[in-house]
């Protein structure tokens, strides 16, 4: 079946533009994770649905980020104002339920900020 | 901020090697994972191991966990060219919470 899917893939944005990264789960995974990786690190969570509530965000960086999943599938990590300390890839992650942690990763989505 | 360390940061073996990587966690888990991550690509689920576990195999991949040590440590055996990645530890501190990564180690398999 279809994996995790993110777009997309590669994105240039000025310093100060606005972006909007999309995350397309596993279909039926409950559980929506955002994490941001900068190059050479590991990733670091940024913020994690069940369905459509936002459970924790307590790993979002600034009020510049925020996300949402209203429909409790598809889900928008929106960045506000670009600074080149955004400059990451930022990974969307899915799993079935509260109970199974094995968690589904899409490739990613790189953001460069000149 | 990082759950922790992994070692060695970088690791160039020959094909047919064993490679061992180890993870150093900080706070008390559920469970810890490995996952592997090529190049530009997104992270690939190895293996898990619960907090009550103290050894888990599958295929080639062998993973130990010492609480007491918060460490764990992740063996490939008879590596292939094609086991070229970063690894990473992840750990939760609850079940299906968010996942704590360690900075990874990064393996090269030469052929």
């Known amino acids: 079946g279809a994996g995790v899917s993110q777009s997309p893939r590669y994105k240039v944005a000025k310093r100060g533009q606005d972006v909007a990264l999309r995350c397309d789960p596993i279909s039926g995974h409950v559980s929506l994770f955002w994490y941001q990786q900068a190059l050479g690190q590991g990733p670091e969570f940024l913020t994690y649905f069940q369905n459509e509530a936002q459970l924790d965000k307590s790993g979002l960086p600034s009020d510049r980020f925020f996300a949402e999943r209203p429909e409790g599938s598809v889900s928008t990590l929106k960045i506000q104002r670009t600074q080149q300390e955004d400059s990451a890839v930022y990974l969307c992650a899915s799993s079935v339920t509260l109970g199974r942690n094995e968690q589904y990763f899409g490739p990613g989505t790189r953001l460069t900020v000149t | 901020s990082q759950q922790g360390e992994e070692d060695p940061q970088a690791l160039s073996i020959q094909e047919g090697e064993n490679a061992t990587m180890n993870c150093s966690y900080k706070?008390?888990?559920?469970?810890l994972q490995w996952y592997r991550q090529n190049s530009g690509r997104g992270l690939v689920h190895l293996i898990l191991?619960?907090?009550?576990?103290r050894e888990k195999h599958s295929g080639r991949l062998r993973v130990t966990l010492d609480t007491s040590k918060k460490s764990s440590s992740l063996l490939i055996t008879a590596s292939r060219a094609a086991d070229t990645a970063s690894y990473f530890c992840a750990t939760d501190e609850t079940s299906g919470s968010r996942l704590t990564f360690g900075e990874g180690t990064q393996l090269t398999v030469n052929p």
């Open positions: 706070t008390s888990i559920n469970n």
């Open positions: 191991i619960r907090s009550n576990e």
